[in-house]
């Protein structure tokens, strides 16, 4: 399990980090809907209850979401510190799994002085209404993407979901956040998000700064970067940690895909001729395993067995990243919400004409990943953003701690080093791996983040794990 961060159309959403909001944006509390305080509910272990916020906090006579809440109860109401809410990135991913499975993605240590937090924001899980293109997902995300497949794909998404297509912005979930802090009656929360979570937290974090009692950012994105900048740099990214990947195979006689020491040519082959499974789901699988480099044994024996005419092993990785395999049937909307929310963060989205233009320069720094990651005309096609609507820059007084993997291919190190330098009171924790995300993982991040969120204790500036 992996927080999420999303491959969509070509791949990721989580360089997705320049919201939208609709102009003048104050840094209020929202003045819509009052929510009364939850009405919690015992759901197995945990607790569970709903709020309300409007589809756009200017107009909210438009209609409302329905927001699911889950918490886990501060082990010890002795010193409890308040609430930690959290974030498991994407764009598109439902929170709730979060607080059920505290366990698993936060320490005792956090689960102890805080009641955890989670949420399905708009769009997503098992929110209401849920943004969802239909169930013929294969037709495009299995395939080389076109125009034509592409506006066929925009058409349904636009048909299916006419009423929110148009509010399913970063900026919008920020403000549910701050619904939701006001409908706990927190003064101040503190905040835990990661991935595409980052930017998700520090829009929130640029809106209410003053709610902010801590945040932390865990493998955070670029901020206030364009759609070309964030191409480029995760094309980068992900063919640095194949290359990584195909370099380690070919001098370990153990790798399954060792192919004489010839993996990088035996890995070509397999793009060029599709004998078992078409190049969009080889590199799709291939990008999901490049995540983490505890996944990749299990990457080289699904190419070595594709090698050998058998395409299972790639079609389970393919299918496991968009969740269409048992038990994530809640996340199976995924990759349309990350679209959704990618396009309405978009003011100035690229047109058709321009995505072709820059594919030359993203297939110099990415001769594999280039044509996959650069190829994406979603935002190009999607429906035309309000005149209204204007960029927000990132940028927050509150205090953050952002963390950074050197080896991450998914947010570059760079990336997070750039959101660090965008928040005026923040400090940068950089850790020496190869995976995305490093919490719980790596022993010296985890022990400087805790102090943080409970003591209050800021790391020494730029910290090295």
Not at 340 to 349: K, R
Not at 378 to 395: G, H, V
């Amino acid at each position: 399990m992996l927080p999420i961060c999303c491959l969509f159309p070509v791949l990721l959403s989580c360089g997705n980090t320049s919201s939208t909001a609709p102009a003048p944006t104050a840094a209020t509390s929202p003045t819509t809907l009052e929510n009364s305080p939850p009405e919690w509910k015992k759901c197995g272990d945990i607790e569970c209850s709903t709020i309300t916020v409007p589809f756009d906090y200017a107009s909210p006579e438009l209609g409302t979401f329905q927001i699911p809440l889950t918490r886990q109860r501060a082990l010890d109401d002795d010193l409890r510190q308040g609430v930690l809410l959290v974030n498991p990135g994407g764009p598109g991913a439902p929170g709730t799994s979060l607080a059920q499975n505290a366990a698993y993605y936060f320490s005792k240590d956090l689960m102890t002085h805080f009641d955890i937090v989670g949420w399905d924001p708009r769009g997503t899980g098992a929110s209401t209404p849920t943004f969802d293109c239909g169930d013929s997902y294969s037709d495009f995300f299995a395939n080389e993407r076109t125009t034509a497949s592409t506006q066929r794909f925009v058409d349904a998404c636009k048909a299916k979901n006419p009423q929110i297509i148009s509010h399913m912005s970063t900026a919008a979930s920020a403000r549910d956040i701050e619904a939701i802090r006001i409908a706990l009656g927190e003064e101040k929360i503190s905040y835990f998000g990661f991935s595409y979570g980052s930017t998700l937290g520090a829009t929130w974090a640029t809106l209410f700064p003053n709610t902010v009692q801590g945040a932390v950012f865990d493998a955070a994105a670029a901020p206030n970067s364009t759609s070309a900048e964030r191409r480029l740099t995760q094309a980068a990214g992900f063919e640095k940690q194949l290359t990584a990947f195909l370099a380690q195979c070919s001098k370990k006689a153990s790798c399954a895909f060792h192919n004489n020491g010839k993996a990088v040519q035996a890995f070509d082959d397999l793009l060029k001729t599709e004998a078992t499974v078409n190049a969009t789901v080889v590199l799709t699988a291939t990008a999901s395993s490049l995540y983490d480099d505890s996944a990749w044994e299990d990457l080289a024996k699904a190419l070595q067995s594709a090698q050998d005419g058998d395409g299972k092993l790639l079609l389970d990785l393919y299918n496991s990243y968009y969740y269409q395999d048992a038990g994530y049937e809640a996340n199976r909307n995924v990759s349309e919400a990350s679209i959704a929310t990618i396009c309405a963060d978009e003011v100035t989205p690229l047109t058709t004409e321009e995505v072709d233009a820059q594919i030359e320069s993203v297939m110099r720094v990415a001769p594999r990943f280039g044509e996959f990651i650069g190829r994406d005309y979603t935002c190009a096609l999607w429906p035309t953003q309000k005149p209204a609507q204007r960029e927000l820059k990132i940028s927050s007084t509150a205090p953050i701690v952002v963390i950074g993997s050197t080896n991450d291919p998914v947010t570059p190190l760079a990336s997070s080093q750039s959101m660090s330098a965008s928040l005026q009171n923040s400090r940068f924790i950089s850790v020496n791996s190869s995976r995305h995300t490093s919490y719980l993982k790596n022993d010296c991040a985890t022990q400087l983040v805790d102090a943080f969120l409970i003591k209050g204790t800021l790391p020494p500036s730029n910290s090295q794990c």
